[in-house]
């Protein structure tokens, strides 16, 4: 090996160490992302599931009272 | 035979990473980058939005303004990682550019490193482009074998035109060109060999100029051939054209492969002599009577690592009447052109490969046949444009190649794994893992026997200094072995290792790690090594106390060493003392204090924050009895520099980082005899780059060369240095 190829060698080593401590930060900045959409979703199907009880809490009303009313 | 200690001495445990695991550094960070870069799989919005309403049995108005919030919020959290995305791929590549454009020969080998690497098989565009931005060509061949006439420092040149031809290309040009030729084929225009091959090396990055008078040649030899062909080819004929194309010599020069090289000085290899053949004759044919040119075809075979240009002669019904192999001393093959392990291809399916985005494959058992094993060639072509085409399976060696190798008298080898390969690795050793420890030191000394200097006269070749150069840094890291739980016969076995007679120098280093965690008897015992150096750490427990106990225990073995009479400078190991960032001042000078006059090693590197010495410090370093004083880990102040200017009772070799430190204040320093440079890491790139950018301009002029040395010599010292792979013989 001759000396610039050593050079070289060691500058390719600093690069791709700042290439993954980049690359790093970017992977946690993505995974947040997935996270925050995971939870919009979960919030989503949880205030469905809410109006769907509501909906059938309201259905039973109806039918108690309704008949009761009869 | 005990390793000559170096003028500079050595500091233990600097591992140096082997040159094969780059490349799959390479390939590891891009395919991190490709992934991060991917565009997520991530459903549409609505989609989602849709899936979950489905498992719902909700009308529509109930669910509307919630579902439409839903994917506004999701739509913004996709834009939010498009824009990541884009941001993420704008800064890698603006800093890949931004080292590129700083580090031209190191980016060609990064390149390579990537193009070889099984990534380019399945990169979803970043890498590519990585490789567009990089504007370097694509094709260099590194087989994996060792053979001459191509030295290092050709293929250094050669990768050197590789880079400098690179930066030459204008993509989008060529891909203009290329597309425009690949349109005409398809449409299947007669496209003209010889109005598109020197163009696309133009478009690759040949010098313009070069092209222009390659062009002038190429017409030139035409006009001379076509003066005297007749009506049609003769034999006589063929021969004399090749002959003459070839010249008196008949050898290829493997790193020149374009055609304007060929054209303009007559240097070739296989790639750029086939493609100029390919031209002529292709002129020549275009000018036979029309009746005649479609009797003969021309094309390229290929063997293993070696291209030849074919001129087909075809009968009448379309069958191969012969084939003549358009080199020296031009063979011809009666009927088909394939040969096992040697598959033809016309010239049409190569232009068109040449300008296709994806490389042609094609199978290299045309004939069937038998194909015996042959050794690689290692050679890098600057070769500007590919034949793209992928041979897929086993071809046969070159007859040709063969005999050059024989007439040169090159000694073609394969290349067995050896030691050289791979430094030795300083994996952790458990305290019940003696086995482990052995095989480490055995390592140790397989990977000095693999750099000593090949003699052929073994009395000659005991020159210390040549031997010591000859072997790189190799330390023995015992430091991860649980001492304090080891049973005295298993510390035995260790040391068995270690006393092991050997005709081999010693290893620089070995590395028994925290002093405190060794026995008395182990104390005794590495006192006695014949290693040139010994390291230990010093340093608090984990209650955050210091015992001094074990390293008084050695230091007195020295000043016992000392009182009869040895020179413990010469005759003791160094002793490299590896101070917790703990350690108090208190103990630090009575340490110094301690000193008998040897060689000693106080080293803080491991310290969070670096320092500066203290004046009572400065005072003990000052007054120590050691002979050698070897410091690292913090930095002089002025009034302690100016101590030690002026007490040169001793040697003192300061670590690179605090020695550039002095030059950088007191540039005079380097003219001061007692105080030296301690090459005790490497040191190079950007942590060169930073020291020159803060250092005030008239001064960096004044210490730049003693800089550089100093890089030379840390480069020097961790790799095999300056004799590369050369064998070294000396036989005076």
Redesign the interface.
Known sequence: ????????????????K???T??DD??R??DA??V??RE??R???R???K??VA?MQQRVKEQVYGEAEK | MEKPRNNQPELAVETV?P?SE?ND??SG?FE??DA?LKL?L?EAPKK??KK??GS???PNE??EN??SE?MA??QQ?DN??LA?HKE?ER??LT??RD?ANK?K??TT??LA?AVHSPIIARSSGFLEKVQNMLNTVRAWEMPNTIVDPQS??EK?QVVKEIYERGSRIDKQKKEVFEKEQREKLERGEDVSFNDTFLKLEELNGVDSEKVKIAEQKKQEMIEKFAARMGNDFSEDFIKSVVNEMFGSNKNYEWGQGSVTEYFNTGKRNCVSIARAEQMVFEALIDRLPAEKRSKYQLGTAFEKQHEIAILKVINQDGSIDRTYFLQPPIPILEGAADRPGSPTVDLKTMQHAMVSSKPMSMSSNAKPGEIADSPDIIAITNQPVSTNINIEGKLKASDYIEQIVEDRGIEIKSKEPSATDKVMDLEIIHNDDVEKSQQKIEDAYKYIEAHLPSCLDQENCKDPDMIDRSVPFVGIDLSTIDWKNLEPKQVDEIFSGLFKLRALPDPDTINFGDINHLSSETIERIAKLRAPEITLELKNDKDGNLSMENIYQLIDIYRKKEKEGYDISIDMPRVHILLGEDVYNAALIELLDSLPGGQFIIDQKNAKTRSYVSTDTAEAIVHSKAKDLYLEGADLTAEGLEMIIKNPNKTYHFGLSAYIEIIRKRPDVVNVPHIKPWVDK?F???EIDNFRTTTDPNVWRKIQPIVEKL??DA?QKY??G?Y??DVILYNK
Do not use: P
């Open positions: 090996m001759t000396m610039d190829t050593i050079k070289a060698e060691h500058e390719i080593k600093e690069l791709l700042q290439l993954e980049d690359l970017y992977y900045r993505l992302l997935g925050e959409r919009v979703l919030l989503f199907a205030r469905l599931e109006i769907e909906k | 990473v040159q780059l550094g390479i960070v991190r980058a991060v997520s991530h989602s939005v979950i309403l719902f049995d909700l109930d669910t919630l579902a839903t919020k999701l959290l939010e990682e990541l993420a800064s890698l800093k890949i080292w580090n020969f190191a080998l990064l490193g290092f420092s250094e490497l190079m790139g950007a890089e030379e480069i790799y095999q300056f590369g792979d």
